[in-house]
């Protein structure tokens, strides 16, 4: 399983950047998407989620109404449209995949994307 995401960088106050995680090696429609981030010194926080089936989605406070998460399950991919950012964002971002059955539970991740919002 791999999970790769992209999409990361330096953006302005303010200013939107769109992240991008694409999935292999499993069967991206039976997973839980999520997007988490850790800032330097902080703990990793859980920034938005996506189901599968229906697709609901939830956001942490922070981000809500800012943040969009989405999903293409045909390409095996997930987003992250971020909006209105502001220097308390600037994390790196990673990807997660997340499965539990009755008899297992499994998490995957990506490798991380940084994002940088400064002037």
């Known amino acids: 399983v791999q999970l790769v995401e992209s999409g990361g960088g330096l953006v302005q106050p303010g200013g939107p950047l769109r992240l991008s995680c694409v999935a292999s090696?499993?069967?991206?429609?039976?997973?839980?998407m999520r997007w988490y981030r850790q800032a330097p010194g902080k703990e990793r926080e859980l920034v938005a989620t996506?189901?599968?089936?229906?697709?609901?989605?939830k956001y942490a406070d922070s981000v809500k109404g800012r943040f969009t998460i989405s999903r293409d399950n045909a390409k095996n991919m997930v987003y992250l449209e971020m909006n209105s950012l502001n220097p308390e964002d600037t994390a790196v971002y990673y990807c997660?995949?997340?499965?539990?059955?009755?008899?297992?539970?499994?998490?995957?991740w990506g490798q991380g994307t940084q994002v940088t919002v400064a002037s």
């Open positions: 997660n995949a997340y499965l539990s059955t009755p008899s297992y539970e499994v998490d995957y």
């Open positions: 090696g499993l069967t991206f429609s039976m997973y839980t």
């Open positions: 996506i189901n599968s089936g229906l697709g609901s989605t």
